[in-house]
T-cell receptor, first 112, second 111 residues
Framework: GQSLEQPSEVTAVEGAIVQINCTYQTSGFYGLSWYQQHDGGAPTFLSYNALDGLEETGRFSSFLSRSDSYGYLLLQELQMKDSASYFCAGRGYGGSQGNLIFGKGTKLSVKP | EPEVTQTPSHQVTQMGQEVILRCVPISNHLYFYWYRQILGQKVEFLVSFYNNEISEKSEIFDDQFSVERPDGSNFTLKIRSTKLEDSAMYFC?????????FGPGTRLLVL
């Protein structure tokens, strides 16, 4: 099976940097993705790590360490619009078809 | 930019009724998925579909659920006899290479 753990809530101020951690346990692993979801909206793809290291996309970066079964999402220069839930998701159940197993999500609140 | 679309956006039904949720995946994608999200909870995998057949399904996807790709564009999820606990947001997703793109979802309410 596969499970992913992440903090339930994080609060930060506008302009700051925040890191959302994700640890996973899996019998098969094919990469870690990060999705953003605003209330009532669909998950929106942010980043994907198949290999160890850092992936940078604008203000967002994602890191993966497969040896530690750990990854994180880093959000820089926080803006109010970044207030949302952030989910890490692993590709599991055999991997080849890519179905995602989601963590429970981290609710990020950005304060002025 | 191509996107996944879903209809209807909202569906209200009586317990025991059949519902069909529709999705149009991104046109050149080959892998299709259904997920659900109960209010306030995480997104849960239901089923994946490739080459006109189910490739993987979760424990949630029991005999009451079925999927179909009736033509070259639509991908449907049918719930034969809805239960109260089927009330959730249902997301369709499609994948070309690495990334899954989600549709806006159908909010299903079973009364």
């Amino acid at each position: 099976g596969q499970s992913l753990e992440q903090p339930s809530e994080v609060t930060a101020v506008e302009g700051a940097i925040v890191q959302i951690n994700c640890t996973y346990q899996t019998s098969g692993f094919y990469g870690l993705s990060w999705y953003q979801q605003h209330d009532g909206g669909a998950p929106t793809f942010l980043s994907y790590n198949a290999l160890d290291g850092l992936e940078e996309t604008g203000r967002f970066s994602s890191f993966l360490s497969r040896s530690d079964s750990y990854g994180y999402l880093l959000l820089q220069e926080l803006q109010m619009k970044d207030s949302a839930s952030y989910f890490c998701a692993g590709r599991g159940y055999g991997g080849s078809q890519g179905n995602l197993i989601f963590g429970k999500g981290t609710k990020l609140s950005v304060k002025p | 930019e191509p996107e996944v679309t879903q209809t209807p956006s909202h569906q209200v039904t009586q317990m025991g009724q059949e519902v069909i949720l529709r999705c149009v995946p991104i046109s050149n994608h080959l892998y299709f998925y259904w997920y659900r999200q109960i209010l306030g909870q995480k997104v849960e995998f239901l089923v994946s579909f490739y080459n006109n057949e189910i490739s993987e399904k979760s424990e949630i996807f029991d005999d009451q659920f079925s999927v179909e790709r009736p033509d070259g564009s639509n991908f449907t999820l049918k719930i034969r006899s809805t239960k109260l606990e089927d009330s959730a947001m249902y997301f369709c997703a499609s994948r070309g290479s690495e990334t899954q793109y989600f549709g806006p979802g159908t909010r299903l309410l079973v009364l």
